[in-house]
């Protein structure tokens, strides 16, 4: 099993998730995170004072999928997230050592 984590623009959630719903994962944890990497913030204007924005608005996504399903996750969420402009973002995979559904005691890929 792996865990794949993607850092991504907030305005690219929807395609992504179309995107994963797509391939066929079925469940997928959103967090909202704020962050720089390359594009170290931006500047905005507030009532004629200018401020800096040191971290910017990004969405962590984490999927957690059955090894055979892992590539087109990460090429999945690539493509969908793609703007071809600094700060996309980036994806992490991990192993994933195990995982069990709570309510039924289901274990490994069965409780993906």
């Not at 967090?31 to 009532?47: L, M, P, S, V």
């Not at 401020?51 to 999945?76: C, G, H, M, R, W």
């Not at 994806?91 to 309510?103: E, P």
Request: aromatic residues 4%; hydrophobic residues 40%.
């Amino acid at each position: 099993m792996k865990l794949i984590t993607a850092i991504i623009k907030p305005h690219r959630l929807d395609s992504v998730r179309e995107a994963l719903t797509g391939i066929g994962v079925e469940g997928l944890t959103v967090t909202e995170a704020r962050g720089f990497g390359r594009q170290k913030g931006h500047t905005e204007i507030y009532r004629g004072a200018e401020y800096t924005i040191s971290f910017v608005p990004k969405i962590k996504l984490e999927v957690a999928v059955p090894d055979k399903l892992a590539n087109d996750v990460v090429t999945a969420i690539e493509e969908a997230a793609k703007t071809g402009e600094i700060g996309d973002g980036k994806i992490f995979v991990l192993d994933l050592n195990s995982a069990t559904r709570i309510r039924t005691g289901e274990s490994g890929d069965d409780a993906l």
